[in-house]
C-alpha cells in the first residue's frame, strides 16, 4: 500500500492515512496517538492503527466516506469550509498578533 494522502486532526490525537493498492483500489486507515494524553511523554507521536475501512474506486470516495464516519474529520472539515466562506475578520489578525 502507498499512502498517497495523510490528515491529522487539530488537538494532534487522530490521523488518516488514505492508500492506494497495487490493485488500484484506494482505502483509509485511521491512527490514534495513544501517548497524546500522557503529559510525561514528550516524544513525536506513536500512531497506533485503529482500523481499516473497505476499499473505493478512487480516494476521494475513500475520503468522503472517512468524513462521514469519522466525527473529528467532518467537524474539521466543517470548520475550514465555514472558514472560506466568511473569509478573514479583523478579529483573525488581532489573534494573529496576540
Known amino acids: 500500500m502507498e499512502i498517497i494522502k495523510t490528515t491529522t486532526s487539530l488537538d494532534g490525537k487522530h490521523r488518516i492515512d488514505v492508500e492506494r ?3 488500484g483500489l484506494y482505502r483509509y486507515v485511521t491512527l490514534d496517538d ?3 494524553n500522557d503529559p510525561d511523554f514528550q516524544n513525536r507521536p506513536h500512531w497506533t492503527v485503529n482500523e ?3 476499499l473505493y474506486q ?3 470516495a475513500a475520503e468522503a ?3 462521514a ?3 473529528w474529520l467532518r467537524k474539521e472539515t466543517d470548520l475550514q469550509v465555514e ?3 466568511r473569509g478573514p475578520t479583523p478579529t ?3 489573534d494573529e498578533l496576540r
Open 92 to 94: 483573525d489578525s488581532m
Open 58 to 60: 478512487t480516494a476521494e
Open 34 to 36: 495513544r501517548y497524546r
Open 83 to 85: 472558514g472560506l466562506r
Open 52 to 54: 481499516f475501512s473497505g
Open 21 to 23: 493498492g497495487s490493485s
Open 69 to 71: 464516519e469519522l466525527a
Open 65 to 67: 466516506d472517512a468524513r
